[in-house]
């Protein structure tokens, strides 16, 4: 694992953006993995201002998030799909056809997850996957539990999650309970890795990810066993480290 600490916010975003770029250059039909939530906000609009800028072709990009909240539509402002194309797709040339969301209201329960492998497995391997990390650990919604998830599937939310989320919804009672999730075999597939972190609330959990006991309890410490990880976060994520 290799660890880069920034001095705050918006270096460590400006370091993650660079990291996308340079792939989309260098391989432009890529395959990339992507998160929602607070963290990679910064990095979003780091690669919407290189667009802009001409810098950046997403033309033929193909992207894969992480999860989906079961029961929001895609339209739904605090869906993961309208997330993305607030922050990223609309912003940018990617063809929408190449860009997937795990399907949140569509399917029969655990049918979505199975749906979502099989278009990974014909699409190919992705190149760079993008997570943040829950304060519980989790990495996607794979919560600590007894055991490591393989494929994407189905999680209920623990309510430390249902917690920390609840201030993108009115009122907690409105945050899904549940969601799709790729697991942590199918994040483990990609070929490269960027976790990033920031904030003074990670410090402990961010210790435990990258120096702890590798265990399901804390999902995000099986980064350690994956061969190309590269870790971003602040100086106040950095804490512990
Ligand atoms: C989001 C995701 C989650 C978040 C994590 C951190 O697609 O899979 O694992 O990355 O909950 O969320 P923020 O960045 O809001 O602190």
């Not at 270096?11 to 607070?38: C, Q």
């Not at 950046?56 to 605090?78: C, K, M």
């Not at 199918?186 to 702890?212: C, D, P, Y």
């Amino acid at each position: 694992m290799e660890v880069i600490v920034k001095k705050n916010y918006e270096e460590m975003s400006k370091a993650a953006a660079t990291l996308f770029a340079a792939e989309i250059m260098e391989n432009p039909k890529t395959i990339l993995g992507m998160a929602t939530g607070s963290t990679p906000v910064g990095l979003y609009k780091e690669l919407v201002k290189m667009y802009e800028a001409g810098d950046l072709d997403f033309s033929q990009v193909t992207t894969f998030n992480l999860d989906e909240y079961i029961g929001l539509a895609p339209e739904h402002d605090q869906s993961y799909h309208y997330f993305m194309n607030d922050n990223l797709f609309n912003h940018v040339n990617i063809n929408k056809e190449n860009v997937h969301v795990p399907d949140g209201v569509g399917f029969e329960a655990g049918e979505a997850g199975k749906a979502y492998e099989e278009l990974m497995a014909k699409t190919g391997q992705v190149e760079i996957q993008l997570l943040g990390l829950g304060c519980n650990g989790h990495i996607g919604f794979n919560e600590p539990a007894d055991e490591f998830t393989k494929v994407t599937g189905e999680i209920d939310l623990t309510d430390s999650t249902i917690e920390a989320n609840k201030r993108f919804f009115e009122k907690k009672e409105d945050v899904p309970r549940k969601a799709v999730s790729m697991g942590i075999g199918t994040i483990m597939r990609a070929k490269k890795i960027v976790l990033l972190v920031n904030g003074e609330n990670k410090a402990e959990i961010l210790k435990e990810v990258v120096n702890g006991p590798v265990t399901p309890k804390v999902p995000g410490s099986i980064l350690q066993f994956h061969p190309h990880v590269t870790v971003i976060c602040d100086e106040e994520a950095a804490k512990y480290l």
